[in-house]
């Protein structure tokens, strides 16, 4: 925690997430605030004021043939998935199984971020998808 600033600390690869070129939310609402180019300063102020009210978005991703669709695992409210981003691995592979899932970040209904994970030794589609969720495709006779 950072003194008298009542800021908490967050894992490195969420505050880079948040902050970073791939997903440009943070920075140009800081941009947008100060009507220049922002400071590192003024990405961190931005960043408090826009992660702390963000809830998450978990999906597993499906292939099927050359489609790629996602089915809803579920959702956090802001403040309640610090164990998510302390321990994403951990975590998905205890609640959700072997699965390649989506974190995705909204402020709101605004899209901030997204992060991917192949949880608990995912290797492929092809493999099947635990829990029933989703369809493996299964080959017809005029395939063979």
């Known amino acids: 925690m950072e003194p008298n600033t009542g800021e908490k600390e967050v894992p490195k690869w969420v505050y880079k997430l948040f ?10 609402q800081a941009q947008f605030a100060n009507k220049r180019e922002p400071t590192p300063e003024d990405i961190k ?3 408090w004021e826009v992660y702390p009210r963000c ?4 999906l597993q991703e499906i292939k099927t043939g050359m489609i790629v669709s996602f089915i809803e695992l579920g959702k956090y409210e802001a ?9 994403p691995e951990a975590f998905l592979a205890k609640t959700y ?11 709101g209904e605004n899209f901030v971020c997204t992060q991917n994970f192949k949880v ?4 492929s589609h ?12 299964k080959e017809s006779a005029g395939d063979a």
């Open 19 to 28: 902050t970073g070129h791939a997903y440009p939310y943070v920075r140009r």
């Open 45 to 47: 102020q931005k960043f």
């Open 55 to 58: 809830w998450v978005k978990v």
């Open 79 to 87: 403040g309640t998935f610090q164990e998510l981003l302390d321990h």
């Open 97 to 107: 199984g072997k699965k390649k899932i989506k974190l995705n970040f909204y402020l």
């Open 120 to 123: 608990a030794g995912w290797t």
């Open 126 to 137: 092809e493999a099947g998808n635990e829990q029933g969720m989703g369809e493996t495709p």
